[in-house]
């Protein structure tokens, strides 16, 4: 796995759009993308706006062309030094077919963001054997402010090396599924949005666990729902295939006339034979960490912390 340069204070960073985009008119749209712009300037980079961040194709940011183009043009442009997400929502998947990974591979840049954006990661990790950033991005988060332990975190991933142990927020106590599993494990970081990664199951960019730690976190989603993905991946034996287990936050479950619990759910569908971290903060909540995708990391299952190598 190549890891990209970090950038530093003057680079040039794509603004690109390869799902959803912003909410609004076409007013509404630029000014949220001139605070970004603004923003991004406060943290000493030098953002550069693709079309698809200013554009709008029903609930996707652009046409799948022109997302695709801006992804391909962003990794082949010399003077970008890294490439950041606007945001998620919907509509990475439809563009994988488009995408030049053999070019890309060519290219490696600093790539981030989070949310549907698990599938550019999948694809970038596996096929371009490159390192990207599970981050918070710059319509959705960074515009609003960032609490101290997130945006520490951030400029590690930033202007750094995200490496050493990356230790879960004080609000958040990492505890494990079954205490009788409690061992170390290493392996590369994969994963990302379950709903993501559960659909990426049979596909070209399928998601490969062997020998890496899967983390997975989802936002709005039932607990059912949960339920028939995570079970998607224990019967494609993703589970079985990984050496350790993170899971981030889940985010605004809708509530449900279940009787089921989370923590039933998971005790019923997840290993009890390899380390599962629970609880850690990182996902679609605040504060949240930066992981770095594609990255070798230690899950120590006696001290419950994450510990990129």
Not at 20 to 49: F, H, I, M, Q, Y
Request: contains cysteine; glycine residues 8%; negative net charge.
């Amino acid at each position: 796995m190549r890891i990209p340069k970090p950038l530093f204070k003057g680079a040039r960073v794509a603004l690109i759009a390869p799902a959803s985009g912003v909410k609004g008119t076409k007013e509404d749209r630029e000014n949220t993308v001139a605070r970004c712009v603004e923003t991004l300037k406060s943290l000493g980079l030098e953002p550069v706006v693709y079309p698809s961040c200013l554009d709008n194709y029903g609930y996707l940011a652009a046409s799948d062309e022109v997302r695709a183009r801006d992804v391909m043009d962003a990794f082949r442009d010399a003077g970008i030094d890294g490439i950041w997400c606007l945001r998620g929502g919907y509509g990475v998947q439809r563009i994988l077919d488009r995408l030049d990974f053999n070019e890309i591979r060519k290219h490696p840049k600093w790539f981030a963001g989070y949310s549907d954006i698990t599938a550019l990661h999948i694809a970038l990790n596996q096929i371009a054997d490159m390192v990207t950033y599970h981050s918070v991005m710059p319509s959705t988060e960074v515009i609003h402010g960032l609490d101290d332990y997130t945006m520490k975190y951030l400029k590690m991933a930033l202007f750094g090396d995200v490496k050493g142990e990356l230790p879960s927020d004080d609000s958040m106590v990492p505890y494990l599924l079954d205490k009788k599993a409690c061992q170390t494990v290493e392996g590369e970081i994969c994963g990302g949005n379950l709903s993501l990664v559960s659909s990426s199951l049979g596909t070209p960019y399928e998601i490969d666990t062997r020998g890496k730690i899967l983390f997975l976190e989802d936002i709005y989603e039932g607990i059912y729902r949960l339920d028939g993905m995570l079970n998607h991946l224990r019967l494609a034996e993703k589970f079985r295939d990984c050496k350790g287990i993170i899971l981030g936050y889940w985010s605004e479950v809708p509530e449900e006339n279940t009787s089921m619990t989370m923590e039933q759910m998971l005790w019923d569908l997840l290993p009890h034979d390899k380390p599962v971290l629970m609880n850690y903060s990182c996902g679609h909540e605040r504060p949240t960490t930066v992981l770095p995708m594609g990255k070798k990391a230690r899950l120590d299952g006696y001290s419950k912390t994450v510990t990129v190598l």
